[in-house]
């Protein structure tokens, strides 16, 4: 009997990690800690080629427990952005959950960040062409959770002993960076 290859689902629209996906540093309290990760941005430029829309869905508990303030935070990712679009990337929306210890519906792995981008861009529809990459369980908890397709990257904290075994055994599809990921995932949308 002859095999053939599997061809991996592809997405239109993605939901991203910022801390260990777009950037090196698990936790960023100042601009200066802010350091893409080599072919990060390039990812963004891709994606924007192709039509496909990026998310940016990131836990950002620093401000709760008073390591970052929420306006350096958005001094942090408009200086992110501004890099993004300088190499012909976009972004769509970028939604961060500022709690720690409070209870929320927004801190991942629950997927109220998720959710909120799927009611604002009307995407309840189209679940089935949004994917979510990220580094570490709680991304994925959270993708599964909205009813999105979890994706692994090997940056960030994918580095942690049970993250490997968990992508494992969840069969999540598993990419060397971001970059790797939407090259292989990004499906074109005519224009």
């Known amino acids: 009997m002859e095999t053939q290859a599997v061809t991996p689902?592809?997405?239109?629209?993605?939901?991203?990690?910022?801390?260990?996906?777009?950037?090196?540093?698990?936790?960023?309290?100042?601009?200066d800690e802010f350091e893409f990760i080599d072919g990060s941005l390039e990812a963004f430029r891709y994606l924007k080629g192709?039509?496909?829309?990026?998310?940016?869905?990131?836990?950002?508990?620093?401000?709760?427990?008073?390591?970052?303030?929420?306006?350096?935070?958005?001094?942090i990712h408009k200086e992110?952005?501004?890099?993004?679009?300088?190499?012909?990337?976009?972004?769509?929306?970028?939604?961060?959950?500022?709690?720690?210890?409070?209870a929320c519906e927004c801190r991942k792995p629950k997927p109220g960040l998720i959710e909120k981008a799927i009611k604002a861009y009307y995407l309840r529809f189209k679940k089935q062409h949004c994917c979510l990459i990220g580094d570490y369980i709680t991304d994925w908890q959270a993708a599964k959770a909205a009813g999105i397709q979890p994706i692994a990257v090997k940056t960030g904290r994918y580095a942690e002993p049970d993250v490997a075994e968990y992508v494992e055994a969840q069969g999540i599809p598993l990419f060397p960076n971001l970059l790797h990921a939407v090259e292989?995932?990004?499906?074109?949308?005519?224009?």
């Not at 592809?10 to 260990?20: T, V």
């Not at 496909?52 to 427990?65: H, K, L, P, R, S």
Request: hydrophobic residues 40%; contains cysteine.
């Open 50 to 75: 192709t039509g496909c829309d990026a998310f940016i869905v990131t836990n950002q508990g620093g401000i709760e427990a008073g390591y970052i303030t929420e306006s350096t935070l958005l001094e």
């Open 184 to 191: 292989a995932l990004a499906d074109p949308i005519p224009f």
């Open 9 to 31: 689902k592809h997405y239109n629209y993605f939901f991203l990690d910022r801390d260990g996906v777009i950037n090196k540093n698990a936790f960023v309290n100042s601009l």
């Open 80 to 102: 992110m952005l501004h890099a993004i679009q300088e190499i012909g990337g976009w972004v769509r929306g970028i939604y961060y959950c500022p709690h720690l210890r409070e």
